[in-house]
């Protein structure tokens, strides 16, 4: 029997990946699919039926077996014996907790009562782009069974739940040769007698869609081409969208911050560039997984890609007045007093034609899956528009799935955010050392971390140890190329919205006497870290200024800026100079809410890029010691005789970019263990 048990869980879970990879059959985190089978009670000893189902929040194409809730069948049924009725049905999703297998596994979605309630083994609940068409077209009754004859039967808009469930299984019965049912409004749901049958039903309803709109619909859905909307070259797009994108945010993070992803996918740019997008967008979108991420409707820029950009910042404040004053009115035409408080009336979508999209989200994965459910509602309104017209949901019914007090209690379930949560840093010289210590700490405290550096190929190998794309990105820069510069915080703002830390880490050094200092060993130093620093800050602050959120900006300076030593003339003049910039910086930036702080590290030997290369030795000549007992050496001239670390200088970076020093700005703070002649005076 456990053999049994163990198999039909690996189907389950095998089928649902083979669907669920494919973007054709559902959306990210989209849909559901179930099987029943036979189980033993632990306690009785006796045979017992069981559902698995996909539980609440899983993805199709990443499921494992601990992604299912697993549920005594006959049980889930005899709920149908005490159900209060619609009004109560909410009422039932705890009910399922008394129907736990076992530890019960995953918590069980809201669409389980569809799943045990349908007389079937096997069932699958899918969004896909081509059945969704069918259900938000205004004939979608009539197009399912021109296109599907008997197979397939309507089910009017429902919202899900138990009440649901109840009428798919009674749809089924009364149409037993049906292998499935179009949702309108919604989806798909597809049963079989077998996961293979099962299987089969739901991919022959998704390609028979498809090929119906491929052979029968209109060839332009969305109308003609409008002249002026057109995409930019792609050079021209990237630039303005690097343009647009700190803009947005800001306006994007009004009442909560936000991170932000950007595509110009072809899909995109077409539709942008038709006719009728202004009023298809107007009308939102439809299947709840849709809209719960992308808001009732996206914001529109209504101006061509070549405007000029003063017009098209004062367009963009009017249109998100606007958009703001519209999103109030929704929310307080629907909410009632057992309401959920509104959850901010900022656009997660914003559509600017011939550039792209701008999405939204409280993280970088959250902004991009919102892209990419816009993506699925485009396709989805072409396939409805070209078929017949696309009418989706009411805004009433999607104010009842938006602020339903089910996906209220899945907010109110979330972890609490890390202090950098939201925040998008972007280190230089991070592949190593110091700045690659830095990256870590940031990415530990839930920051999106951009990893600046010469040597890109690193760069982009540290990104890859931190984590996904979502998490960092790694890119080439030479700090001294302003070019260079503009280019690397260009990647930044596509790839997170914008940037709120930024930390001048890049640095190099050559320790010389005064008389063997090269007027072009000056010069290398000076070009990397204070100019460097400068063409960094004076980027940044740029995108800070545009986002409208403050922000900080950290300087990696030395103990050597403001302590004399012997034979570094060149970089500790160059250090004095960044430390300056802290505090002319702090002063120019704050009107905007932008921070300004240094740190002063001293001794930091272990994994240091700049020691290894060189420097190391020739200081451990200077104070005549082994280069190896060099840290030792540092650490022990110290009031703490205690080594300093980079991690040492992450923690401090953590500490004046966290929320508890808000206040502080202009201002150096040594990290070097104590060292009394570079105390601040």
Known sequence: MGGIVASTAKQLVARSRRLGTDPRNTNFAGGNTSAQGQGVDPVTGKKVNLLWVKGSGGDLGTLTEEGLAVLELDRVRSLVDVYPGIDREDEMVDAFEYCAHGRGGAAPSIDTAMHALVGADHVDHLHPDSGIAIATATDGKALTTRIFGTKVVWVPWRRPGFQLGLDIAAIKEKHPEAIGCILGGHGITAWGDSSAECEANSLWIIRTAEKYISQKGSKEPFGPVIADYTPLAPKARWERAALLAPLLRGM????????????????????????????????????????????????????????????????????????????????RKFASEDSPAMRGADPLIVLVPGIGMFSFGADKKTA?????????????????????????????????????????????????????????????????????????RLVKDGAC??????????????????????????????????????????????????????????????????????????????????????????????????????????????KNSVFAGPNNIAYSATKADQAHQVRLLAVELGEYGIRVNGINPDGVVRGSGIFASGWGANRAKTYGVKEEDLGSFYAQRTLLKKEVLPESIADAVSVLTGPDLGLTTGVHIPVDSGVAAAFLR
């Open 449 to 558: 971390v951009v990893i600046a550096d010469l040597d890109e190929v690193k760069a982009q190998a540290v990104a890859a140890e931190l984590g996904s794309t979502d998490v960092a990105i790694g890119v080439g820069i030479d700090v001294r190329d302003e070019g260079a510069v503009i280019a690397a915080l260009s990647r930044a703002v596509l790839a997170f919205g914008g940037v709120d830390i930024v930390v001048n880490n890049a640095g190099v050094s050559l320790s010389k006497p005064l008389l063997e200092t090269t007027e072009a060993d000056w010069n290398f130093q000076h070009d990397i870290m204070a100019k460097g620093s400068f063409l960094i800050s004076r980027e940044s602050a740029r995108i800070l200024i545009s986002q409208g959120m403050g922000g900080d900006v950290i300087y990696i300076s030395s």
């Open 368 to 440: 991009r899956v919102a892209s990419e459910f816009y993506i699925n509602a485009i396709n989805v309104m072409r396939g409805a528009e070209a078929l017949s017209s696309y009418k989706p949901i009411s805004e009433r019914e999607k104010f009842r799935i938006e602020y339903w007090s089910l996906e209220e209690a899945k907010l109110q379930r979330l972890p609490r955010p890390a202090s950098h949560a939201t925040r998008v840093a972007f280190v230089t010289g991070a592949a190593s050392g110091i700045g690659k210590a830095i990256a870590t």
């Open 252 to 331: 994007a993070s009004t009442d909560r911050r936000m991170v932000g992803h950007f595509t110009d996918a072809p899909v995109v740019l077409d539709f942008l560039s038709r006719k009728k997008h202004p009023a298809l967008a107007e009308l939102g979108t439809s299947c709840p997984d849709h809209f719960l991420r992308t808001k009732v409707r996206p914001m529109v820029l209504n101006l061509p890609p070549t405007a000029e950009w003063d017009a098209v910042v004062a367009r963009l404040q009017k249109l998100h007045e606007g958009y703001r004053r519209k999103y109030e009115q929704y929310y």
